[in-house]
């Protein structure tokens, strides 16, 4: 089981988004987790397009944790499907891999009383192994507090996700110090990346690792029509899981799938493994030239 975190450092580069396009790419069984300690429910509203979800997700587990009563067991059943069986019904959602969905906060205070069961959560998270089913933690904004570090903890890979304009690259530079202390706290075994939404947009990946000192991890395409299929529940356009933005994603997905085993976290080589999104070769990190300013003021 592989456990990844997506985050971000100010504004909204697009974390719940790449989070789902992820999932929904993944080569193997997979649990998305809403974990944004500033609850917006952007999947229940989008992607899910307002459904009745039967779960309070993590409400319904900080009440069982309240009663001394094991998280493990009730987890899964507080999951609901990220995808419907489709005209082929049940025997063809059999064959494919598993994609859960475990909802979130569901009030604005919700975190705060949520502290006390990080710790038991990471744990049911980590428990998930035996079923061979890898976990996508969306965790939103790090924060001035910084992320959960029991997740940090049981992270193998944790992804801050950046547009590769100058404001984005310049806002990630403030937090990084913190996101790798951080790490150190929580004794993760787990390295930090970038996942780029909109690569060359200026900058490209070498750029981004030779000024910020962290690998790009995976890429995924600009492509706002798209992206408003997951992130607004617009009507999906014909062959929707054909054209770039999941096809991007699946190939983002299933290379860093690949390299992570139990325990692993992705190969510091600008990729991770296999072919990156934009076809490029996995050990060959693509840049676009001479930075046309220097990201965050400094070199």
């Known amino acids: ?30 649990l998305l987790v ?75 205070g919700s975190a705060v009383v949520f502290e006390p069961v990080w710790v038991e959560l990471a744990e049911a998270l980590a428990a998930l192994s035996g079923s061979g089913v890898d976990v996508i933690v969306d965790a939103g904004r790090i924060g001035r507090g910084g992320l959960p570090r029991p997740l940090l903890a049981a992270a193998d890979a944790v992804l801050v996700v950046v547009r590769s ?38 900058y490209g990946d070498a750029e981004i690792t030779g000024q910020l000192g962290l690998p790009v991890v995976a890429d995924l395409g600009w492509r706002p029509e798209q992206a408003a299929v997951l992130s607004d529940g617009v009507t999906a356009p014909r062959r929707f899981e054909q054209r770039g933005l999941l096809r991007g994603a699946r190939a983002a997905a299933s290379a860093l799938a690949s390299s ?30 001479r930075v046309p300013a220097p990201i965050g003021g400094a070199r």
């Open 1 to 30: 089981m592989a456990l990844v975190m997506l985050c971000s450092a100010t504004g909204s580069p697009g974390v719940t988004t790449s989070a789902l396009a992820l999932a929904l790419g993944w080569p193997r069984g997979v």
């Open 34 to 108: 809403d974990c944004d300690r500033d609850p917006a429910q952007a999947v229940q509203a989008g992607w899910l397009r307002a459904a009745p979800v039967a779960s309070r997700g993590l409400v319904d587990l900080a009440q069982a944790h309240r009663e001394l009563q094991p998280i493990a067991p009730l987890l899964w059943g507080r999951t609901v499907p990220l995808l419907d069986p489709g005209p082929e019904g049940a025997d063809a959602a059999e064959q494919a891999p598993v994609r859960r969905f475990l909802p979130g906060f569901t009030h604005p």
């Open 165 to 202: 304009t100058l404001r984005s690259l310049a806002a990630v530079r403030l937090h990084l110090d913190d996101l790798r202390s951080s790490l150190e706290e929580a004794a993760s075994g787990a390295q930090p990346g970038f996942l780029v939404v909109g690569p060359g947009m200026p």
């Open 260 to 289: 992570l085993g139990p325990g692993g976290a992705p190969r510091p080589d600008g990729a991770a493994g296999g072919e990156r999104a934009d076809g490029a070769p996995a050990a060959v990190v693509r840049g676009d030239g």
